[in-house]
């Protein structure tokens, strides 16, 4: 089963109003059904989301199929049987979902700060706003390039410590070889990639 085409951008619920949302559903699925049963109804009810184009869906999505193949230790056929096939939330979609997240919403903890994020925020892991920094490096966002520079200082630190960061080196590498594919010259007269 070939993956759906990434879906047009509708609105990008915060972060309280999705699992706000992600509570409900969770507490409708009996707990009588098995725990990848509930996982599987859970994680498609968030996929449909995403696909109607709430993208703050397929950021939860994101999310999730990472810490199951933190918890299968990589195997995505273990995370595909789980969320169900055709719903892995690839390379093209997380792109999408890194160039459309309101960057000046996401809520970002201070040393010492004590105070909780405002409902309109995005609360991000550390691997998935370096994506966002990473993608909008690229696309030449001076500001998000400043940040992705002091962030990726920081991230020799937390690298043993965040099993995260690693679906992050994944995506860096990915975006670097999509970039220099859309750069490559087209040479007439000669097979191109």
């Known amino acids: 089963m070939d993956p759906p085409a990434v879906p047009a951008q509708k609105m990008f619920s915060p972060s309280m109003r ?23 109804q859970l994680y498609g009810r968030a996929w449909e989301a995403y696909l109607e184009g709430d993208y703050g869906f397929g950021l939860w999505c994101w999310l999730e ?17 789980v969320v169900g096939p055709g719903r892995y939330l690839g390379f093209s979609h997380r792109r999408a979902i ?3 997240l309101p ?10 700060d004590m105070s909780t994020p405002r409902p309109e925020a995005f609360v991000l892991p550390h691997y998935q706003l370096l994506c966002v920094y990473a993608v909008r490096a ?3 966002d001076a500001k998000a390039k400043a940040q992705y520079a002091i962030a990726l200082g920081e991230l020799e630190e937390r690298r043993r410590a965040d099993p995260f960061l690693r679906h992050f ?8 070889r999509a970039t220099a594919k859309a750069a490559a010259p087209v040479v007439p007269g000669r097979a191109n990639p």
Not at 19 to 29: F, G, K, M
């Open 18 to 40: 999705v699992a706000a949302l992600l509570a409900d559903w969770r507490a409708e699925i009996p707990p009588e059904i098995a725990q990848e049963a509930r996982e599987q």
């Open 65 to 81: 199929i990472d810490r199951l193949t933190n918890a299968f230790n990589g195997s995505v056929r273990d995370v595909t049987r």
């Open 103 to 112: 960057l000046e919403k996401v809520y970002r903890p201070r040393k010492g």
């Open 169 to 176: 080196e994944t995506f860096a590498k990915l975006l670097d």
């Open 98 to 100: 890194a160039e459309a």
């Open 138 to 140: 690229k696309d030449g």
